[in-house]
Protein backbone atom coordinates (compact mmCIF):
# COMPACT_ATOMS: atom_id res chain seq x y z
CA UNK A 1 0.00 0.00 0.00
CA UNK A 2 0.87 3.42 -0.66
CA UNK A 3 1.34 4.95 2.37
CA UNK A 4 1.06 8.87 3.10
CA UNK A 5 2.37 10.91 5.64
CA UNK A 6 0.27 12.54 8.20
CA UNK A 7 0.83 15.95 6.70
CA UNK A 8 0.23 14.83 3.46
CA UNK A 9 -3.03 13.37 4.08
CA UNK A 10 -3.87 16.55 5.67
CA UNK A 11 -3.23 18.35 2.72
CA UNK A 12 -6.57 16.16 1.24
CA UNK A 13 -8.49 17.44 4.12
CA UNK A 14 -7.59 20.66 3.64
CA UNK A 15 -8.59 20.56 -0.27
CA UNK A 16 -12.02 18.96 1.27
CA UNK A 17 -12.78 21.13 3.67
CA UNK A 18 -11.71 19.20 6.66
CA UNK A 19 -10.91 21.21 9.44
CA UNK A 20 -6.98 21.16 10.22
CA UNK A 21 -5.05 22.71 12.78
CA UNK A 22 -2.75 25.34 11.57
CA UNK A 23 0.47 23.71 10.64
CA UNK A 24 4.22 24.44 9.02
CA UNK A 25 6.44 21.15 7.90
CA UNK A 26 9.65 21.44 9.67
CA UNK A 27 12.98 19.94 8.51
CA UNK A 28 15.38 21.20 11.08
CA UNK A 29 15.39 22.43 14.33
CA UNK A 30 15.90 26.38 12.94
CA UNK A 31 12.70 25.90 10.44
CA UNK A 32 10.59 24.60 13.74
CA UNK A 33 11.31 27.73 15.37
CA UNK A 34 10.58 29.98 12.55
CA UNK A 35 7.42 27.90 12.31
CA UNK A 36 6.21 28.42 15.47
CA UNK A 37 7.19 32.65 14.82
CA UNK A 38 4.67 32.28 12.31
CA UNK A 39 1.67 30.62 13.80
CA UNK A 40 2.34 32.95 16.64
CA UNK A 41 1.19 30.44 19.66
CA UNK A 42 1.41 27.63 21.74
CA UNK A 43 2.48 24.37 18.83
CA UNK A 44 2.92 21.09 19.44
CA UNK A 45 5.32 19.14 17.32
CA UNK A 46 4.98 16.22 15.79
CA UNK A 47 7.45 13.13 14.25
CA UNK A 48 6.34 12.89 10.77
CA UNK A 49 6.93 8.96 9.82
CA UNK A 50 4.70 6.16 8.56
CA UNK A 51 3.80 4.64 12.17
CA UNK A 52 0.95 4.59 14.14
CA UNK A 53 1.58 5.51 18.04
CA UNK A 54 4.08 8.30 17.65
CA UNK A 55 2.13 10.00 20.70
CA UNK A 56 3.56 6.52 23.11
CA UNK A 57 6.94 6.68 21.26
CA UNK A 58 7.55 10.61 22.28
CA UNK A 59 7.26 11.68 18.69
CA UNK A 60 4.50 14.19 19.45
CA UNK A 61 5.24 17.28 22.08
CA UNK A 62 4.15 20.57 23.30
CA UNK A 63 5.99 23.81 23.00
CA UNK A 64 5.15 27.11 24.46
CA UNK A 65 8.19 29.14 22.85
CA UNK A 66 10.07 29.15 19.48
CA UNK A 67 13.48 28.30 21.61
CA UNK A 68 11.16 25.33 22.64
CA UNK A 69 10.25 24.00 19.75
CA UNK A 70 13.37 24.23 18.34
CA UNK A 71 14.88 21.76 21.39
CA UNK A 72 12.23 19.25 20.90
CA UNK A 73 12.02 18.91 16.85
CA UNK A 74 16.06 18.34 17.14
CA UNK A 75 15.67 15.64 19.75
CA UNK A 76 12.50 14.51 17.68
CA UNK A 77 14.44 15.02 14.16
CA UNK A 78 17.18 12.06 15.50
CA UNK A 79 14.24 10.06 16.86
CA UNK A 80 13.86 6.51 15.27
CA UNK A 81 9.66 5.80 15.40
CA UNK A 82 9.63 1.96 15.04
CA UNK A 83 13.01 1.11 13.14
CA UNK A 84 11.84 4.40 11.21
CA UNK A 85 13.98 7.44 11.09
CA UNK A 86 12.44 11.06 11.40
CA UNK A 87 13.29 12.89 8.83
CA UNK A 88 10.31 16.03 9.52
CA UNK A 89 8.23 17.33 11.95
CA UNK A 90 4.47 19.18 11.63
CA UNK A 91 4.82 22.37 13.56
CA UNK A 92 0.69 22.66 14.66
CA UNK A 93 -1.33 24.71 16.80
CA UNK A 94 -2.17 23.59 20.26
CA UNK A 95 -5.59 22.65 20.01
CA UNK A 96 -7.79 23.15 23.83
CA UNK A 97 -9.42 19.25 23.49
CA UNK A 98 -12.58 18.89 25.04
CA UNK A 99 -13.49 15.58 23.38
CA UNK A 100 -11.79 13.05 21.20
CA UNK A 101 -13.15 10.97 18.59
CA UNK A 102 -12.22 7.71 16.10
CA UNK A 103 -13.08 8.20 12.05
CA UNK A 104 -12.32 5.89 9.82
CA UNK A 105 -13.15 3.79 6.70
CA UNK A 106 -10.99 0.49 5.55
CA UNK A 107 -12.04 -1.60 2.80
CA UNK A 108 -13.06 -5.17 4.11
CA UNK A 109 -12.27 -7.66 1.51
CA UNK A 110 -14.36 -10.19 2.89
CA UNK A 111 -16.44 -12.24 1.05
CA UNK A 112 -19.91 -11.18 2.74
CA UNK A 113 -18.48 -7.33 2.54
CA UNK A 114 -16.08 -6.77 -0.34
CA UNK A 115 -16.43 -3.02 0.47
CA UNK A 116 -16.15 0.27 2.55
CA UNK A 117 -16.80 -0.03 6.43
CA UNK A 118 -17.24 3.54 7.76
CA UNK A 119 -16.32 3.31 11.37
CA UNK A 120 -17.00 5.88 14.33
CA UNK A 121 -16.37 6.14 17.64
CA UNK A 122 -16.23 8.51 21.22
CA UNK A 123 -13.50 7.09 22.08
CA UNK A 124 -10.72 8.55 19.84
CA UNK A 125 -7.03 9.12 20.68
CA UNK A 126 -5.90 5.39 21.57
CA UNK A 127 -5.48 2.19 19.54
CA UNK A 128 -8.90 1.55 17.91
CA UNK A 129 -8.07 -1.93 18.69
CA UNK A 130 -8.26 -1.53 21.86
CA UNK A 131 -11.44 0.56 22.43
CA UNK A 132 -14.83 -1.77 23.56
CA UNK A 133 -16.88 -3.19 20.50
CA UNK A 134 -19.75 -1.46 21.83
CA UNK A 135 -18.43 1.61 21.60
CA UNK A 136 -17.31 1.52 18.35
CA UNK A 137 -20.40 2.51 15.05
CA UNK A 138 -19.83 0.33 11.98
CA UNK A 139 -21.44 0.77 8.81
CA UNK A 140 -20.87 -0.89 5.05
CA UNK A 141 -21.10 1.28 2.43
CA UNK A 142 -23.29 0.18 -0.36
CA UNK A 143 -21.10 0.70 -3.29
CA UNK A 144 -24.06 1.34 -5.48
CA UNK A 145 -26.25 3.06 -4.01
CA UNK A 146 -23.85 5.25 -2.50
CA UNK A 147 -23.95 7.06 0.51
CA UNK A 148 -26.14 9.48 1.57
CA UNK A 149 -25.34 12.80 4.16
CA UNK A 150 -27.95 11.17 6.11
CA UNK A 151 -26.09 7.93 6.55
CA UNK A 152 -23.23 9.82 8.75
CA UNK A 153 -25.40 11.51 10.52
CA UNK A 154 -27.18 8.27 11.90
CA UNK A 155 -24.00 6.31 12.59
CA UNK A 156 -22.78 9.28 14.41
CA UNK A 157 -26.15 9.81 16.49
CA UNK A 158 -25.71 6.40 17.01
CA UNK A 159 -22.77 6.41 19.55
CA UNK A 160 -24.54 9.56 21.49
CA UNK A 161 -23.46 12.62 19.58
CA UNK A 162 -26.51 15.46 19.73
CA UNK A 163 -26.49 19.48 18.81
CA UNK A 164 -23.32 20.62 16.74
CA UNK A 165 -20.73 18.36 17.05
CA UNK A 166 -23.63 16.17 15.34
CA UNK A 167 -24.08 18.18 12.30
CA UNK A 168 -20.05 18.78 12.22
CA UNK A 169 -19.07 15.65 13.01
CA UNK A 170 -20.72 13.76 10.36
CA UNK A 171 -20.10 16.15 8.02
CA UNK A 172 -16.68 15.71 8.17
CA UNK A 173 -16.98 11.94 7.77
CA UNK A 174 -18.97 12.09 4.75
CA UNK A 175 -16.59 14.44 3.38
CA UNK A 176 -13.97 11.47 4.59
CA UNK A 177 -15.75 9.23 2.67
CA UNK A 178 -15.36 11.05 -0.69
CA UNK A 179 -11.68 11.69 -0.41
CA UNK A 180 -11.35 7.73 0.18
CA UNK A 181 -13.40 7.06 -2.88
CA UNK A 182 -11.67 9.70 -5.04
CA UNK A 183 -8.32 8.36 -3.78
CA UNK A 184 -8.99 4.82 -4.01
CA UNK A 185 -7.68 4.40 -0.38
CA UNK A 186 -7.69 0.90 1.00
CA UNK A 187 -7.59 2.73 4.77
CA UNK A 188 -8.33 6.27 5.63
CA UNK A 189 -8.68 7.27 9.79
CA UNK A 190 -9.20 10.93 11.35
CA UNK A 191 -7.63 9.37 15.12
CA UNK A 192 -8.16 11.82 17.03
CA UNK A 193 -10.56 14.01 15.52
CA UNK A 194 -11.57 16.70 18.13
CA UNK A 195 -13.75 18.81 19.89
CA UNK A 196 -12.03 22.08 21.11
CA UNK A 197 -13.18 24.10 23.80
CA UNK A 198 -14.28 26.78 21.42
CA UNK A 199 -16.37 24.86 19.66
CA UNK A 200 -14.65 23.41 16.22
CA UNK A 201 -14.33 20.14 15.39
CA UNK A 202 -11.00 18.81 13.59
CA UNK A 203 -9.14 16.33 12.29
CA UNK A 204 -6.24 16.10 14.69
CA UNK A 205 -4.26 13.72 12.47
CA UNK A 206 -4.84 11.59 10.05
CA UNK A 207 -3.45 8.09 8.44
CA UNK A 208 -3.73 7.40 4.83
CA UNK A 209 -3.23 4.53 2.38
CA UNK A 210 -3.98 4.52 -1.34
CA UNK A 211 -4.66 1.31 -3.05
CA UNK A 212 -1.54 0.22 -5.14
CA UNK A 213 -3.49 -1.94 -7.96
CA UNK A 214 -4.84 1.93 -8.44
CA UNK A 215 -1.98 4.23 -8.43
CA UNK A 216 -1.83 3.87 -12.05
CA UNK A 217 -5.21 6.23 -11.77
CA UNK A 218 -2.66 8.90 -9.78
CA UNK A 219 -0.14 9.75 -11.88
CA UNK A 220 -0.70 13.06 -9.71
CA UNK A 221 0.95 11.54 -6.50
CA UNK A 222 4.00 11.15 -8.12
CA UNK A 223 4.82 7.95 -6.64
CA UNK A 224 7.43 6.05 -8.36
CA UNK A 225 7.56 2.25 -6.99
CA UNK A 226 3.90 1.12 -5.99
CA UNK A 227 4.47 -1.61 -3.68
CA UNK A 228 5.76 -1.43 0.08
CA UNK A 229 9.29 0.28 -0.38
CA UNK A 230 10.79 1.73 2.66
CA UNK A 231 13.96 3.33 1.11
CA UNK A 232 14.49 5.93 -1.49
CA UNK A 233 14.55 4.32 -4.84
CA UNK A 234 17.46 4.38 -6.64
CA UNK A 235 17.84 3.99 -10.70
CA UNK A 236 18.02 0.16 -10.45
CA UNK A 237 15.44 -0.31 -7.92
CA UNK A 238 13.10 2.24 -10.35
CA UNK A 239 14.15 -0.12 -13.70
CA UNK A 240 13.42 -3.42 -11.90
CA UNK A 241 9.73 -1.72 -10.73
CA UNK A 242 9.33 -0.96 -14.25
CA UNK A 243 8.91 -4.95 -15.17
CA UNK A 244 6.35 -4.90 -12.51
CA UNK A 245 4.40 -2.10 -13.56
CA UNK A 246 4.12 -3.33 -17.49
CA UNK A 247 3.39 -6.97 -16.59
CA UNK A 248 1.22 -8.27 -13.89
CA UNK A 249 1.85 -12.29 -14.52
CA UNK A 250 4.26 -13.54 -12.04
CA UNK A 251 5.96 -11.10 -9.72
CA UNK A 252 9.55 -9.61 -9.94
CA UNK A 253 10.70 -7.82 -6.27
CA UNK A 254 13.66 -6.02 -7.47
CA UNK A 255 16.05 -3.76 -4.79
CA UNK A 256 19.46 -3.19 -5.13
CA UNK A 257 21.13 -3.86 -1.69
CA UNK A 258 24.49 -2.31 -2.21
CA UNK A 259 26.14 1.02 -3.99
CA UNK A 260 28.30 0.14 -6.76
CA UNK A 261 31.31 2.23 -4.49
CA UNK A 262 30.69 -0.56 -1.74
CA UNK A 263 30.14 -3.65 -4.79
CA UNK A 264 33.87 -2.24 -6.05
CA UNK A 265 35.26 -3.37 -2.59
CA UNK A 266 34.83 -6.97 -3.62
CA UNK A 267 32.94 -10.01 -2.57
CA UNK A 268 29.39 -9.00 -3.87
CA UNK A 269 27.31 -11.60 -5.87
CA UNK A 270 24.32 -10.96 -8.57
CA UNK A 271 21.78 -12.53 -6.29
CA UNK A 272 18.32 -13.76 -7.76
CA UNK A 273 16.34 -16.08 -5.55
CA UNK A 274 12.94 -17.96 -6.42
CA UNK A 275 10.51 -17.73 -4.11
CA UNK A 276 10.56 -15.58 -0.58
CA UNK A 277 11.20 -18.02 1.68
CA UNK A 278 13.72 -19.54 -0.77
CA UNK A 279 15.34 -16.64 -1.67
CA UNK A 280 16.36 -15.64 2.54
CA UNK A 281 18.01 -19.36 2.89
CA UNK A 282 19.82 -19.03 -0.16
CA UNK A 283 20.92 -15.14 1.15
CA UNK A 284 21.88 -16.34 4.75
CA UNK A 285 23.84 -19.92 2.88
CA UNK A 286 26.26 -16.92 1.11
CA UNK A 287 26.25 -14.84 4.08
CA UNK A 288 27.90 -17.41 5.99
CA UNK A 289 30.73 -18.05 3.95
CA UNK A 290 31.48 -14.51 3.99
CA UNK A 291 29.89 -13.02 0.65
CA UNK A 292 26.82 -9.85 0.48
CA UNK A 293 24.32 -9.65 -1.93
CA UNK A 294 24.73 -6.23 -4.46
CA UNK A 295 21.24 -6.64 -4.52
CA UNK A 296 17.74 -8.56 -3.59
CA UNK A 297 16.12 -9.99 -6.43
CA UNK A 298 13.07 -12.63 -6.86
CA UNK A 299 11.14 -14.28 -9.44
CA UNK A 300 8.09 -16.36 -8.59
CA UNK A 301 4.18 -17.14 -8.79
CA UNK A 302 4.42 -18.26 -12.30
CA UNK A 303 6.29 -15.56 -13.95
CA UNK A 304 7.32 -15.58 -17.68
CA UNK A 305 10.12 -15.73 -19.40
CA UNK A 306 10.43 -12.13 -20.32
CA UNK A 307 10.27 -11.26 -16.78
CA UNK A 308 12.62 -13.40 -15.30
CA UNK A 309 14.94 -12.40 -18.60
CA UNK A 310 14.54 -9.06 -17.76
CA UNK A 311 15.26 -9.58 -14.14
CA UNK A 312 18.23 -11.68 -14.79
CA UNK A 313 19.76 -9.07 -17.18
CA UNK A 314 19.03 -6.27 -14.27
CA UNK A 315 20.95 -8.65 -11.79
CA UNK A 316 24.40 -9.35 -14.52
CA UNK A 317 24.26 -5.47 -15.37
CA UNK A 318 25.72 -4.43 -11.78
CA UNK A 319 29.53 -3.84 -12.24
CA UNK A 320 31.86 -5.43 -10.02
CA UNK A 321 29.20 -8.24 -8.80
CA UNK A 322 31.53 -11.57 -8.96
CA UNK A 323 29.26 -13.87 -9.79
CA UNK A 324 25.45 -14.31 -10.85
CA UNK A 325 23.44 -16.70 -7.87
CA UNK A 326 20.19 -18.38 -9.08
CA UNK A 327 18.94 -19.51 -5.77
CA UNK A 328 15.94 -21.83 -6.42
CA UNK A 329 16.08 -23.25 -2.83
CA UNK A 330 12.42 -24.52 -3.08
CA UNK A 331 10.33 -27.43 -5.13
CA UNK A 332 8.36 -25.04 -7.12
CA UNK A 333 4.89 -25.62 -8.50
CA UNK A 334 5.13 -23.47 -11.30
CA UNK A 335 6.71 -24.40 -14.68
CA UNK A 336 10.22 -23.65 -14.04
CA UNK A 337 11.22 -23.63 -17.88
CA UNK A 338 10.18 -20.41 -18.05
CA UNK A 339 13.06 -19.45 -15.48
CA UNK A 340 15.19 -21.83 -17.11
CA UNK A 341 14.36 -19.83 -20.65
CA UNK A 342 14.85 -16.08 -19.35
CA UNK A 343 17.94 -16.76 -17.44
CA UNK A 344 19.91 -18.71 -20.28
CA UNK A 345 18.53 -15.72 -23.06
CA UNK A 346 19.73 -13.09 -20.39
CA UNK A 347 22.99 -15.11 -19.69
CA UNK A 348 24.31 -15.24 -23.33
CA UNK A 349 23.50 -11.66 -23.93
CA UNK A 350 25.36 -10.74 -20.68
CA UNK A 351 27.93 -13.42 -20.31
CA UNK A 352 30.31 -12.16 -22.95
CA UNK A 353 30.53 -8.40 -21.66
CA UNK A 354 32.22 -10.01 -18.06
CA UNK A 355 35.59 -11.30 -18.04
CA UNK A 356 35.81 -15.14 -18.99
CA UNK A 357 35.21 -17.81 -15.75
CA UNK A 358 32.95 -15.39 -14.37
CA UNK A 359 31.12 -18.00 -12.05
CA UNK A 360 27.52 -19.13 -12.41
CA UNK A 361 25.43 -21.29 -9.66
CA UNK A 362 22.32 -22.14 -11.18
CA UNK A 363 19.93 -24.36 -9.03
CA UNK A 364 16.09 -24.84 -10.09
CA UNK A 365 14.15 -27.54 -9.31
CA UNK A 366 10.24 -28.35 -9.33
CA UNK A 367 7.73 -28.58 -12.03
CA UNK A 368 9.11 -29.48 -15.09
CA UNK A 369 12.30 -29.43 -14.08
CA UNK A 370 14.01 -32.19 -16.35
CA UNK A 371 13.06 -29.59 -19.34
CA UNK A 372 14.47 -27.18 -17.58
CA UNK A 373 17.49 -28.66 -16.74
CA UNK A 374 18.15 -29.30 -20.35
CA UNK A 375 17.25 -26.04 -21.71
CA UNK A 376 20.22 -24.39 -18.92
CA UNK A 377 23.17 -27.32 -19.95
CA UNK A 378 22.13 -26.67 -23.52
CA UNK A 379 21.73 -23.34 -23.67
CA UNK A 380 24.78 -22.15 -22.07
CA UNK A 381 27.13 -25.16 -22.82
CA UNK A 382 29.26 -23.13 -24.77
CA UNK A 383 29.41 -20.24 -23.03
CA UNK A 384 33.16 -18.91 -21.84
CA UNK A 385 32.43 -18.82 -18.01
CA UNK A 386 32.36 -21.19 -14.89
CA UNK A 387 28.70 -22.39 -14.81
CA UNK A 388 27.66 -24.83 -12.24
CA UNK A 389 24.02 -26.39 -12.51
CA UNK A 390 21.92 -28.48 -9.54
CA UNK A 391 19.09 -29.72 -9.53
CA UNK A 392 16.28 -31.24 -6.93
CA UNK A 393 19.11 -33.50 -5.63
CA UNK A 394 20.72 -30.18 -3.46
CA UNK A 395 17.32 -28.39 -2.87
CA UNK A 396 18.20 -29.06 0.90
CA UNK A 397 21.76 -28.02 0.71
CA UNK A 398 21.76 -24.37 1.00
CA UNK A 399 25.12 -24.79 2.81
CA UNK A 400 26.86 -26.38 0.39
CA UNK A 401 25.76 -24.64 -2.98
CA UNK A 402 26.92 -21.89 -1.36
CA UNK A 403 29.72 -23.47 -0.76
CA UNK A 404 30.33 -23.83 -4.41
CA UNK A 405 29.28 -19.68 -5.22
CA UNK A 406 32.58 -19.40 -3.06
CA UNK A 407 34.99 -21.45 -4.37
CA UNK A 408 34.07 -20.08 -7.73
CA UNK A 409 34.63 -16.55 -6.60
CA UNK A 410 37.87 -17.75 -5.09
CA UNK A 411 38.95 -19.27 -8.33
CA UNK A 412 37.60 -16.57 -10.40
CA UNK A 413 39.89 -14.45 -8.24
CA UNK A 414 43.49 -16.65 -8.47
CA UNK A 415 42.68 -16.01 -12.10
CA UNK A 416 42.05 -12.46 -12.09
CA UNK A 417 45.42 -11.55 -10.19
CA UNK A 418 47.88 -14.22 -11.99
P1 LIG B 1 -0.19 9.03 16.99
O1 LIG B 1 0.13 8.68 18.40
O2 LIG B 1 0.88 8.61 16.05
O3 LIG B 1 -1.53 8.54 16.57
O4 LIG B 1 -0.22 10.65 16.93
P2 LIG B 1 -1.43 11.66 17.13
O5 LIG B 1 -1.33 12.72 16.11
O6 LIG B 1 -2.74 10.96 17.21
O7 LIG B 1 -1.09 12.33 18.54
C1 LIG B 1 -1.13 11.59 19.75
C2 LIG B 1 -1.98 12.29 20.80
O8 LIG B 1 -1.45 13.57 21.08
C3 LIG B 1 -3.41 12.55 20.37
O9 LIG B 1 -4.25 11.46 20.60
C4 LIG B 1 -3.80 13.73 21.24
O10 LIG B 1 -4.27 13.26 22.49
C5 LIG B 1 -2.50 14.44 21.43
N1 LIG B 1 -2.47 15.64 20.58
C6 LIG B 1 -2.12 15.72 19.29
N2 LIG B 1 -2.23 16.99 18.86
C7 LIG B 1 -2.65 17.73 19.90
C8 LIG B 1 -2.96 19.10 20.10
O11 LIG B 1 -2.86 19.92 19.22
N3 LIG B 1 -3.35 19.48 21.32
C9 LIG B 1 -3.47 18.61 22.35
N4 LIG B 1 -3.86 19.03 23.55
N5 LIG B 1 -3.21 17.30 22.21
C10 LIG B 1 -2.80 16.86 21.00
MN1 LIG C 1 -3.27 9.29 16.00
Known amino acids: MAKFLEYQGKEFFKQSKIPIPEGIVANTPEEAKAAVLKLARPVVVKAQVFAGGRGK ?63 FSPEGGMDIESVSQDKIAIMNVDVIKGLMPYDTLNLVASMGITGKPLRQIADIVFKLFKIFQKMDCRSLEINPLVLTTDGRVLAADCRMAVDDQALFRHPELGIKIGREFLKEPTEFDLIGWSFEASDFRGTSYVAEMATPEEVAQGGYVGYHGIGGGAAMIGMDALNRVGLKIADYADTSGNPTASKVYRTTKLIMSQPGIEAYFLAGFMMANQEQWHHAHGVVKALREELPKKPAGFPVVLLLCGNKEKESQEILKEGLADLDARIEIYDREYVYDATFIAGRVKALVDEYHEKSVS
Open 57 to 119: AGGVKFAETPEQAGILAREILGMNIKGLKVKQVLVEEQLDIVQEFYAGIIINSAQDVRGPVLM
